[in-house]
């Protein structure tokens, strides 16, 4: 799980952080930092001087224990990246009211249990979000596009000896179907529709504020669009939302997009689908089984692959510390915390 590792060096580090009056650590909050060792990101830097912060993985002590001995009364906690957040771990915390996210998925996070013990989540998909976006449309470009295989085909020296090369899709018309309309899919919906695409989504409700035609069902999306741009979270009711039955609705000439989780997708059948010409493409950015891809999809010029990347900017990691710290801050004034956690 290296993706998130930016760079100290990359980050702006430009958190307005209020630095009059340091304090001595016993006078700080105290705030619970969890993170896998492979994790670097700068956060703990950026908040030491403001918050006291209680990190296991800096201590030799396993880390049940530590908890046990040190987290009793620990009111916040901030999961970096993907550490696993159990229904064991929260045991172990019996005073713990938020939980802050450094990602925009919180599937690492157990959520039933949160709702159970009313322990309040933010995330981070508003900080994430047009980068995310960015990506999701980059990806879908380029499949209908096919830049990256053009790219390939030059690269390979084939232009002389194979001629003009194929074809491919226009943007403008299209209709393309949004799985989760959050901060990260409404992002999307903004910049295809400046590409002339239509826009309908599926989310878990539908958003009277939003222009776009609502299907309750992915189903009903998927037979009523040319590309599905896969962008909710992954949870036990999304998990293979994109299934056999919904590849087969979206079409030979249908294209998926995932810059959501892996987990959406039912990749066996995906793989499948692809091999046989029953859909017409795929841009990923997250598989099931991460860091491995299936194989199989190395060969296809109609799919374009990427190492779980879309939302990683210096920018949106400095906008992300920044929500983090604000967040927390909020918390210990008694204020309205920013990007508290809805499953869309
Ligand atoms: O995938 C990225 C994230 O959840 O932040």
Redesign the pocket.
Known sequence: MERNNANPQDLPMAVEANQEGLQSNEDLHLVLVLRLPSFNLPVNDILRPHFHLLDPADSPEPASSFLSNHAQSVRALICVGYAPVTAETLNLLPSLELIVAS???VDHIDIQECRRRGIIMTN?STA?AEDAADYAVALLIDVWRRISAADRFLHAGLWPVKGDYPLASKLRGKRVGIVGLGSIGFEVSKRLEAFGCSIAYNSRMEKPSVPFPYYANVLDLAAHSDALVLCCSLTEQTRHIINKDVMTALGKKGVIINVGRGGLIDEKELVQFLLRGDIGGAGLD?FENEPDVPRELFELDNVVLSP?R??ATPESFEAVFQLIFTNLKAFFSNKPLQSVYQIE
Do not use: C, E, I, L
């Open positions: 990602s925009a998925g981070a994430f997250v779980h879309a939302v």
